[in-house]
């Protein structure tokens, strides 16, 4: 299948700071991806649907100004945890959509916040 | 919006015994659906999608699914489990149009040896 890599796979920051998590379709454009978080023994929670070239779509209780998507290019989406707090340690996972096709996701970022 | 539910938390199974994970979704239009398997301390992957054609669909390590659309629901199945079918299983389903991938709450699988 297509490869989708994310990157770090873990942070640790400290509260206050920010942290930018990059997703990368490696072999596939991808005008679609996806941004989740998963709590410890839950399921995934999608927080945006970022598409190429235009603003994020997030889900309702999703802060769109803690949370920033960036979809710069078909390749590329970036999400970055603005001032972030310990409330906000999770694994955050990402995914690309292929065209007509399947998501595939990557590794997941682990972010923990001190 | 649309939702996913799954009709079992925690499952617990002895080898060999037969697996039902029910799958129900909300959603007004044309979806794809998929089932996506964690196992543990890794990340997920696909186990079957349908998109159109044939109801029954097949996937990987011996699990088939079922769409009934009538009834809005997307049950996966297994006749025999084995212990490394232990995980947790997602079923997921995205709008036709991808601006809309919705995963259920998850249940998770226990096989006992």
């Known amino acids: 299948g297509a490869v989708v890599s994310q990157h770090p796979s873990w942070v640790i920051c400290k509260s206050g700071t920010s942290v930018k998590i990059e997703c990368r379709s490696l072999d596939f454009q991808a005008t679609t991806m996806f941004w989740y978080r998963q709590f410890p023994k839950q399921s995934l929670m999608l927080m945006a649907t970022?598409?190429?070239?235009?603003?994020?779509?997030?889900e309702q209780g999703v802060e769109k100004d803690k949370f920033l998507i960036n979809h710069a290019s078909l390749t590329l989406s970036t999400l970055t945890v603005t001032s972030a707090h310990p409330e906000d340690s999770s694994f955050y996972i990402c995914?690309?959509?292929?065209?007509?096709?399947?998501?595939?996701f990557g590794q997941g970022t682990r972010l923990t916040v001190v | 919006a649309q939702s996913v539910s799954q009709h079992n938390h925690h499952v617990i199974l002895s080898e060999a015994a037969s697996l039902e994970l029910g799958c129900n979704y909300s959603?007004?239009?044309?979806?794809?659906l998929f089932w996506y398997v964690q196992y543990p301390g890794q990340h997920l992957q696909l186990l079957l999608k349908y998109f159109s054609g044939d109801p029954l669909v097949k996937g990987i390590k011996g699990f088939e699914a079922e769409f009934i659309k009538s009834k809005f629901s997307f049950n996966l199945r297994k006749p025999s489990v084995q212990w490394s079918d232990t995980a947790e299983y997602f079923c997921a389903v995205k709008s036709r149009d991808g601006q809309n991938f919705v995963f259920g709450p998850g249940t998770r699988l226990s096989v006992l040896p």
């Open positions: 959603y007004g239009g044309t979806v794809n």
């Open positions: 995914s690309a959509l292929q065209p007509n096709t399947e998501a595939f």
């Open positions: 970022s598409n190429e070239g235009s603003k994020a779509t997030y």
